[in-house]
């Protein structure tokens, strides 16, 4: 099992950034997908999730600014992030429960900066 993180980067606030994950070794739509995320200094954040029904649900400091998705044909999922400000600033881990397996990719750095 594999999942590959891309999409990070610097922007500056207000701008956005879509993330990516591409699972390989397991089937997103049938997995409860996560995105979390870790700031400098601090423990890993819970960011949002996708259901296995596709129903999503996010953190509260990121709701309304942020969306996930999946694509199941592309084995992909998203994570759509608007108005990024400097407190988004962290790497973020894409997660797949797959119970009783749990897998983790290996971040991509986001960092929001004026």
């Known amino acids: 099992v594999q999942l590959v993180e891309s999409g990070g980067g610097l922007v500056h606030p207000g701008e956005s950034l879509r993330l990516s994950c591409v699972a390989s070794?397991?089937?997103?739509?049938?997995?409860?997908m996560y995105w979390y995320r870790q700031a400098p200094g601090k423990g890993r954040e819970y960011v949002a999730e996708?259901?296995?029904?596709?129903?999503?649900h996010y953190a509260d400091s990121v709701k309304g600014r942020f969306t996930i998705s999946r694509d199941n044909a592309q084995n992909t999922l998203y994570l759509q992030m608007d108005n990024l400000q400097p407190e988004d600033t962290a790497v973020y881990y894409c997660?797949?429960?797959?119970?009783?397996?749990?897998?983790w990719g290996q971040g991509t750095q986001v960092t929001v900066s004026s």
């Open positions: 997660n797949a429960d797959n119970h009783p397996a749990d897998y």
């Open positions: 070794g397991i089937d997103v739509s049938t997995s409860w």
């Open positions: 996708i259901t296995t029904a596709g129903s999503p």
